[in-house]
């Protein structure tokens, strides 16, 4: 559920005519320059800053529905449901649903299996019951999962509201649709491509490092400006500072 589509998604590849609009064109697509580039082996990797600057992106309509308690879905909805918790202060229940087989092909099954749920009569789970309930995962493919979960939530504790908040939508037919009522927040749209994220690096074969790198190779146009303006924005910060210290050094030398 958290890395694979349908399919591996793969680059699609444009006619004559398109190519010659596209060279004709004075300027860049706000919205192509936003795309992610596919890596070599046709998927998209996603790092943990990313991932961090996508949750802090929902936490203003988080805010405003006002959860009682966080409902996270393991295991990709745990991470970024204590990322949330740093910037919206609530307790978080975790439960663990599988739709996908773990490793590196993820494997779909017909339904999913519950292998973990909350209690719902002490502690925490006691704010589930009749409260504001947020669900967080880390993406919307088929929606199944997140149907299942907003059922059972709905079933068991009988919360006052649920919303639903999600790193990445995939835009693509969704295979299960939520109740009307249900609030439904996502950091970003984004293809219907091979998803493949920090905490599953392992998964992969491969240590955050390499991860992280081919993360960095997938930056759209546009991330990869914002992070050359960050990094010369540090830069100058830095020197600021230097010289700042520099001065101060001075004024102490000559008093």
Sequence with gaps: RSRGALSPGRPHSMSGDAKKKKSAGAKQDPHEKRLRQLAADGRVYFSYAMIHQAVSSCVPRVRAFDPDVIVAIGGGGFIPARMLRSEVRRPILAVTLRLYDDGADGTAREAVETLQWYDGTSGVGRAARGGRVLIVDEVDDTRKTLAYC??????????????????????????????????????????????????????????????????????????????????????????????????????????
């Design 150 to 255: 907003v059922e059972r939530v709905r079933r068991t504790s009988a919360p006052a509201a649920i919303a639903v908040m999600v790193v990445h939508n995939k835009v693509r037919e969704k295979l299960a649709e939520l109740p009307p009522d249900v609030e439904y927040i996502a950091a970003e749209d984004v293809p219907d491509t091979w998803n493949c994220y920090p905490w599953d690096a392992a998964s992969y074969g491969r240590d955050i490092f390499a991860h992280e790198a081919l993360a960095r190779e997938c930056l759209g146009r546009e991330e990869k400006d914002n992070e050359k303006k960050e990094k010369k924005k540090k830069e100058e910060e830095e020197e600021e500072n230097k010289k700042k210290e520099k001065e101060k050094k001075e004024r102490w030398t000559e008093w």
